[in-house]
Nanobody
Framework: HVQLVESGGGLVQPGESLRLSCVAS????????MAWFRQRPGQEREAVAA???????TYTHSVAGRFTISKDNAKNTLFLQMNSLTVEDRAMYYC???????????????WGQGTQVTVS
């Protein structure tokens, strides 16, 4: 059973940066396929970025060029570096993992509890 714990959210001003972290336990981390999702107020959860176990990344259009997803297999940690944040990026951000390559699909098996990002 995979457990995911996110951290790094907070309140920033437009144009500033944040780095989210997600520590995974309970499985061979190097074999996991992982992603970041977000849910804005009143909207459905959407995929932000995904990374496979070779390090190949995919981004949703609205964050491409501003956000970077990465994995540190030695630390069992997934990161999301978010630069040039805008008010549209305000959301609860969730880490997700699965043992199959779901890329940007929403039906990941394992989810963290979320970390709030506020841009104001």
């Amino acid at each position: 059973h995979v457990q995911l714990v996110e951290s790094g959210g907070g309140l920033v001003q437009p144009g500033e940066s944040l780095r989210l972290s997600c520590v995974a336990s309970g499985y061979d981390y190097s074999r996991l396929y992982m992603a970041w999702f977000r849910q804005r107020p009143g909207q459905e959860r959407e995929a932000v970025a995904a990374i496979d176990n070779t390090g190949s990344a995919t981004y949703t259009h609205s964050v491409a060029g501003r956000f970077t997803i990465s994995k540190d297999n030695a630390k069992n940690t997934l990161f999301l570096q978010m630069n040039s944040l805008t008010v549209e990026d305000r959301a609860m951000y969730y880490c997700a993992a699965d043992v199959v390559n779901l890329q940007m699909a929403r039906w990941y098996t394992y989810w963290g509890q979320g970390t709030q990002v506020t841009v104001s």
